[in-house]
């Protein structure tokens, strides 16, 4: 009996150890994985298309280059240049190599999202119909300076 409580405790003790592991691999990439979730999980990619297809792709490229102009001012790398896949990169090109991968990895969580791989985890409702009604049942308003409407709820 000995045997097996001690085989258990070495059981427990390894298991501790892998998620101690797991979770200081994970850590220095949560804000990536947070990235991505946002973009997989918390946007409604039916309707952002719709908006990047009525000309919201200007914006989104406008952010693109605005971020890496902002951020190569404010950051610049040490030796004055970065080295990305073996490459010397200058200051601005390295981050808009960065940037760039950010926007590529958003739009493949939108691509996921709407082949359906998501399922219902990223199930959005559709929004209620907009009630145009104002309620205009001659409630103390006049005709909101239309003569015409002022003569014709007169009588």
């Not at 979770?23 to 804000?31: G, K, M, R, Y």
């Not at 952002?48 to 890496?68: A, H, P, S």
């Not at 102009?69 to 404010?74: A, E, H, K, S, T």
């Not at 001659?138 to 003569?151: I, K, Q, S, T």
Request: hydrophobic fraction near 55%; charge should be negative; aromatic fraction near 12%.
């Amino acid at each position: 009996m000995d045997a097996v409580l001690s085989s258990l405790l070495q059981l427990v003790t390894a298991v501790w150890q892998l998620l101690i592991a797991l979770i200081f691999l994970v850590t220095p990439w949560t804000p990536l994985i947070g990235y991505l979730a946002f973009w997989l999980f918390a946007v409604d990619w039916v309707k952002f298309r719709l908006v990047l297809i009525r000309g919201g792709i200007i914006g989104v490229l406008l952010i693109v280059f605005m971020t890496t102009l902002v951020w190569g001012l404010i950051a610049p790398p040490p030796g004055d240049y970065h080295n990305i896949f073996g490459l010397h990169l200058s200051n601005f090109v390295g981050k808009f190599v960065y940037v760039a991968a950010l926007t590529v990895m958003m739009f493949l969580c939108g691509s996921v999202q709407l082949s359906g791989l998501c399922g219902s985890w990223a199930q959005f409702p559709e929004d209620a119909p907009a009630d145009d009604h104002h309620g205009h049942d001659d409630h103390g308003h006049d005709a909101h300076g239309d003569a015409d409407h002022a003569v014709a709820h007169a009588h």
